[in-house]
């Protein structure tokens, strides 16, 4: 049996992760336990699961199991102890595709630094930088959006600006308003603001009808 301590994290990963996938995944893990597998190379450097890892770590534990491939075998991970079709197996399943879903936040310096901007593109990975103009609305306070339906403006499109990721993810998760996500937003002093949501004005008058 291994140890986590002889894994070597990747210093390049691409993903800086959340504070609010952090969170979940802490839960996650406490709650049910490690669930899908982490990935690592031939040294032993972890190329997917440098998250995991470090929070499993950061829990205390330690014990891993490494099964050598070559990539022409699926590695299935069998949990004798859960069975999908109960509350405590459906609930381990949305865990494990939530947590998934709200800790990716791509580090684009180091992306760009590592990759050709031609494979960024063919995996649909974009830096976009939005630049805030006339024709843009910035709503600055999450609990300012429903009202901001009943404003007489005509911009066509709504930046929100987010205090934190648990604040965005509930935007996101709650509301479900189809959105345009960017990882860089640069005002006119040219600050750049961590996190914010672009979407269409109708989109808005649609879902608080």
């Known amino acids: 049996m291994s140890k986590i301590t002889d894994l070597k994290f990747d210093d390049k990963n691409f ?3 959340t504070e609010y996938g952090k969170s979940l995944m802490e839960k996650s893990l406490s709650k049910f336990g490690a ?5 690592i190379d031939k040294n032993d450097k972890i190329i997917a699961g440098n998250k995991t890892a470090e929070n499993f770590a950061e829990l205390g534990l ?3 199991k490494i099964i050598e491939s070559d990539g022409k075998t699926l590695v299935a991970v069998k949990r004798n102890d859960i069975d999908l079709d109960t509350p405590e197996g459906r609930e381990f399943a949305l865990a494990d595709n939530q947590t998934a879903k709200v800790n990716i936040d791509f580090d684009f310096e180091e992306l760009e630094s590592e990759l050709e901007v031609n494979v960024l593109e063919d995996w649909g ?3 976009d930088i939005i630049e ?3 024709e843009m609305m910035v709503v600055s306070d999450y609990d300012e959006i429903p009202k901001a339906k009943e404003l007489d403006f005509s911009d066509k499109y709504i930046i929100v600006r987010f205090k934190n990721d648990e604040e965005y993810n509930k935007f996101v998760t709650e509301l479900n308003i189809p959105v345009e996500i960017s990882p860089n937003f640069k005002n006119e002093s040219n600050a750049e603001i961590e996190r914010k949501v672009i979407f269409d004005y109708e989109d808005l008058h649609t879902k608080f009808k």
């Open 15 to 17: 993903n800086k992760g």
């Open 35 to 39: 669930g899908r597998s982490i990935l």
């Open 62 to 64: 330690e014990n891993i």
């Open 125 to 127: 990975v974009r830096n």
């Open 132 to 134: 805030v103009d006339d």
